[in-house]
T-cell receptor
């Protein structure tokens, strides 16, 4: 079991560029989540998907879109990157309450 | 929405001493309280969790206590070791299996 995987591990973008962060899980979990982690602010929920075919906004959704492609995969898209989106992005999944996290993507927007 | 406050933000302890981290939450509907440990450059890892129908839970050197009336819960690490040095996050459930996280506590264990 690979658990939760994310690609890429690192990315540098210029302001205005777009990109998609990929996340997959092989634990047959129904729920998946995207967080961003900034120094001193913990983990903040961007979007989540309670089940295949549904997505909902979290605490900080502005500037992001998501797609729940199937039960395994949940992608996060930045349409026009901004320096304020420089952060570490974590994907997570869960069957009930306990969430398992992926290794993270470190994104820098210049 | 749920607001989780975590204290202290940094904690330095001598190896072998105990460490205590405290969290408070605002939503009385929260019923699940996990703790995550994050080593530098790594992903958060679940180390212990507690549900609202339980007051205390132990797993070897770590324990969590919950006071639902006061809306606070704490992580206790006994006999600290250098490998306990990490950032620790508390969280509280929001419904739909969502979590609201505290800002984190950086624990340093001095040899």
């Amino acid at each position: 079991n690979a658990g939760v995987t994310q690609t890429p591990k690192f990315q540098v973008l210029k302001t205005g560029q777009s990109m998609t962060l990929q996340c997959a899980q092989d634990m047959n979990h129904n729920s998946m989540y995207w967080y961003r982690q900034d120094p001193g602010m913990g983990l903040r929920l961007i979007y989540y998907s309670a089940s295949e075919g549904t997505t909902d906004k979290g605490e900080v959704p502005n500037g992001y879109n998501v797609s729940r492609l199937n039960k395994r995969e949940f992608s996060l898209r930045l349409e026009s990157a901004a320096p304020s989106q420089t952060s570490v992005y974590f994907c997570a999944s869960s069957e009930t309450d306990a969430q398992a996290f992926g290794p993270g993507t470190r994104l820098t927007v210049t | 929405g749920e607001n989780v406050e975590q204290h202290p933000s940094t904690l330095s302890v001598q190896e072998g001493d105990s460490a205590v981290i405290k969290c408070t939450y605002s939503d009385s509907a929260s019923n699940y309280f996990p703790w995550y440990k994050q080593e530098l450059g790594k992903r958060p890892q679940l180390i212990i969790d507690i549900r609202s129908n339980v007051g205390e839970k132990k797993d070897q050197r770590i324990a969590v206590t919950l006071n639902k009336t006061a809306k606070h819960f704490s992580l206790h690490i006994t006999e600290t070791q250098p490998e306990d040095s990490a950032v620790y996050f508390c969280a509280a459930s929001l419904g739909d299996y969502k979590l609201s996280f505290g800002a984190g506590t950086t624990v340093t264990v001095r040899a």
